[in-house]
């Protein structure tokens, strides 16, 4: 699986936007763009996933460049319960690929 | 729905004794994984199911750790003997089969420590 360059750590105002940029300059084809988050302790949680187009949820919007060689994971408005480590992985299509987590970026998100 | 399952919580053991910790993957998801975090670093990936077969044991570190998944539903790991570089977080995620974007969801973990 490609790997993944993520910055170790961003701040963000509640209530603005938080912009996480990930660079996977080796990507494949067939290999798809993941965000993972996870908060304090927990497991991890799934935020949203793309191949080459744009991607939208409840959660988050996900942009990718035309090449595909980065990526931009943006929360809206950010609130305090979004503080926790992000994680973009990169990975082939198909569930017999496992995830292979990097140290992700720590989102501080200041009141 | 109910997402993924995990027992204990957390579990302190002492050197050399044995832990089973449980998973229960999301009804109907066939994919098993169970990944760990040991000692601040990186979430590292142990092994997959599918269904009750073991389709990639690549990440188990040596042969005290334990998977089964039988019948294909919950999954247990057991360590045996454990030894304190075990201490970490034990995580298990699930996903429905399938090609494509096949998402894993993830359970909140069992912490386990020994002294």
């Known amino acids: 699986d490609a790997k993944t360059t993520q910055p170790p750590s961003m701040d963000c105002a509640e209530g603005r936007a938080a912009n996480l940029p990930c660079n996977h300059s080796t990507i494949s084809g067939n290999e798809y763009v993941y965000w993972y988050r996870q908060i304090h302790s927990q497991g991890p949680q799934y935020i949203i996933h793309?191949?080459?187009n744009n991607e939208t949820n409840e959660m988050a919007s996900l942009i990718i460049t035309e090449d595909r060689k980065s990526s931009t994971l943006i929360l809206p408005h950010a609130t305090l319960r979004d503080t926790a480590v992000y994680y973009c992985?990169?990975?082939?299509?198909?569930?017999?690929?496992?995830?292979?987590f990097g140290t992700g970026t720590l989102l501080a998100v200041q009141p | 729905e109910a997402g993924v399952t995990q027992f204990p919580s957390h579990s302190v053991i002492e050197k050399g004794q044995t832990v089973t910790l449980r998973c229960d993957p999301i009804?109907?998801?066939?994919?098993l994984y169970w990944y760990r975090r040991v000692m601040g670093k990186e979430i590292k990936f142990l092994l997959h199911f599918v269904k009750e077969s073991k389709q990639d044991e690549s990440g188990m570190p040596n042969n005290r750790f334990l998977a089964e998944r039988t019948g294909g539903t919950y999954s247990t790991l057991k360590v045996q003997p454990a030894e304190l570089e075990d201490s970490g977080v034990y995580f298990c995620a699930s996903s429905p089969y399938g090609s494509g974007a096949d998402t894993q969801y993830f359970g909140p973990g069992t912490r386990l420590t020994v002294l």
């Open positions: 992985i990169v990975r082939k299509g198909g569930a017999t690929n496992k995830l292979i």
């Open positions: 793309g191949l080459k």
């Open positions: 009804s109907g998801h066939d994919n």
